[in-house]
């Protein structure tokens, strides 16, 4: 079974947050204060960007997220295709998370994350 994760990357101060927590309730992002132990307040949609863990880990066992930048050089696909993945991000479109246009599941094992889209 896939474990569900998630990640907010905060838009106005170009950060991560501690600890990211969906409010069932409204469904608005909290962020939580692991030092203070505490809620810190509800982020809009327009503060944070929220990106799920892909549930495949790269060739280093390093959790790959979307946003995610790969690399992994000339990489052949199960279908006998080829693709060059020097730094490409991982992104969820057409039912699954793609590295470029190749599924992340075909090259995972082969990649290396090398950063993300948000921290340049």
């Known amino acids: 079974m896939r474990v569900h994760k998630f990640k907010a990357w905060d838009k106005i101060n170009?950060?991560?947050l501690d600890a990211p927590?969906?409010?069932?309730?409204?469904?608005?992002?909290m962020g939580f204060d692991l030092l203070a132990g505490e809620f810190q307040r509800h982020y809009s949609d327009d503060e944070v960007e929220i990106?799920?863990?892909t549930g495949?880990?790269?060739k280093n066992g390093v959790?790959?997220?979307?946003?995610?930048?790969?690399k992994g050089g000339r990489l052949?696909?199960?279908d006998g295709t080829s693709i060059q993945t020097d730094?490409?991000?991982?992104?969820?479109i057409d039912g699954m998370f793609?590295?470029?246009?190749?599924?992340?599941?075909s090259i995972n094992k082969h990649t290396e994350v090398i950063g993300n889209i948000f921290e340049g």
């Open 14 to 16: 170009k950060k991560w």
């Open 21 to 29: 927590i969906i409010d069932g309730e409204n469904g608005k992002m």
């Open 51 to 53: 990106v799920e863990y």
């Open 56 to 58: 495949l880990n790269d």
């Open 63 to 70: 959790e790959i997220f979307e946003g995610d930048i790969v």
């Open 76 to 78: 052949r696909c199960h």
């Open 87 to 92: 730094k490409v991000a991982v992104v969820f």
């Open 98 to 105: 793609k590295a470029g246009s190749i599924s992340l599941v």
